[in-house]
């Protein structure tokens, strides 16, 4: 198939394009570059560098390249960030989101994947979550998120609009050619990996009082590579109607704790630790339930393991140690 994946010179967005082209898809990269990096876009895609507000553009990729679906990752997805400039997250999670629909109207094309967040939930009563938990987004970002994935609903609904909504827990780890590399960096894996590597002093831990075995917030974190293949399966199965899904490793999930523990362990490295202030909008406990997308589409997450996951990202932090500047 011929495919536009918005935000693929992102993080995740370049896994998913990656696996898309081994798939044997031809793959549009169509990202405005505010946090993707050039470097990290594969040669054999077509690269179209606009904004999803330029609907010009936009149009005119669709129809050039004559897109066949849509892999939705262009977003802003900074927890801390939505809080402090909501309308940033509305703009850009929403609103540059149905400028994406619109388009996709206008060229008759019917199929989506959209990235979308396990945020969605906000502070859940019950662990792991289903999909069926209630949605109360504690932030911007998260509601931002579930505001496009009303959108899909209704459009679905009047206008045949198929879509896979994946709700994603904390993508983490690294392809051998695509890892994270943020600026400034926010997320807790690369941050703990800079403090072993001695790019930074110290990882700060973001609370010890929550109501979690340790005081420290428990994330499920799942590796990119098998988050990229499940875009693959959700894809294949449009045809037969739009969905939800989870998309996390489920279990007990991991603390901030366990996680910089786990990078001392891998790295051989010391990692000191301070604890700080609460991060405004983080609930303390964020699993997944992924069974229906195991269930349904056979989702096998494979590099589960939260040591290959951070081995993984410190490989490709020793092969990239600038990420990609410089590249
Ligand atoms: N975290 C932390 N220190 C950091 C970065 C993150 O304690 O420097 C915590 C954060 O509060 C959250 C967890 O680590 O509980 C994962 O955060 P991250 O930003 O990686 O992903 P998020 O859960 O926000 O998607």
Not at 2 to 31: F, K
Request: hydrophobic share 40%; with cysteine.
């Amino acid at each position: 198939m011929r495919i536009l994946v918005t935000g693929g010179a992102g993080y995740i967005g370049s896994v998913v394009t990656e696996e898309l082209l081994s798939d044997g898809h031809t793959v549009v990269v169509y990202d405005n570059l505010s946090k993707g990096h050039r470097a990290s876009i594969s040669h054999s895609t077509e690269f179209v560098h606009a904004d999803l507000t330029d609907a010009e553009t936009l149009g005119q990729t669709f129809a050039q390249h004559e897109i066949e679906a849509v892999v939705h990752m262009a977003a802003d997805s900074l927890v801390g960030e939505s809080v402090e400039n909501p309308a940033r997250y509305y703009q850009n999670n929403l609103v540059a989101g149905l400028c994406l629909l619109n388009a996709m109207r206008a060229a008759g094309v019917q199929h989506i994947v959209f990235s979308s967040t396990a945020a969605t939930y906000g502070e859940p009563e019950e662990q792991p979550i289903a999909e069926t938990a209630p949605n109360n987004p504690t932030n911007p970002y998260g509601a931002s998120k579930l505001a496009f994935e009303h959108a899909l609903r209704w459009y679905d609904k009047a206008y045949d609009l198929r879509y896979a909504s994946l709700r994603y827990f904390n993508a983490a780890g690294a392809s051998e050619r695509c890892g994270e590399s943020h600026d400034p960096e926010t997320h807790l894996i690369p941050i703990a990996l800079q403090a072993a590597a001695g790019s930074r002093t110290h990882v700060e831990i973001y609370g010890d009082d929550y109501p979690t075995p340790d005081g420290t917030c428990v994330r499920d974190y799942v590796h990119v590579i098998d988050l990229a293949r499940a875009h693959i399966l959700a894809l294949g199965a449009l045809d037969q109607g739009s969905r939800i899904y989870n998309l996390g490793c489920g279990g007990a999930g991991y603390s901030v704790r366990e996680v910089i523990q786990a990078a001392r362990r891998i790295t051989g490295r010391p990692i000191p630790e301070r604890v700080g202030p609460r991060r405004p909008g983080d609930p303390a406990i964020l699993v997944a339930s992924a069974d229906k997308i195991k269930r349904e589409l056979g989702w096998n997450p494979a590099l589960q393991d939260l040591e290959v996951i951070i081995e993984s990202a410190w490989r490709w932090m020793l092969t990239n140690p600038n990420g990609y500047h410089g590249t």
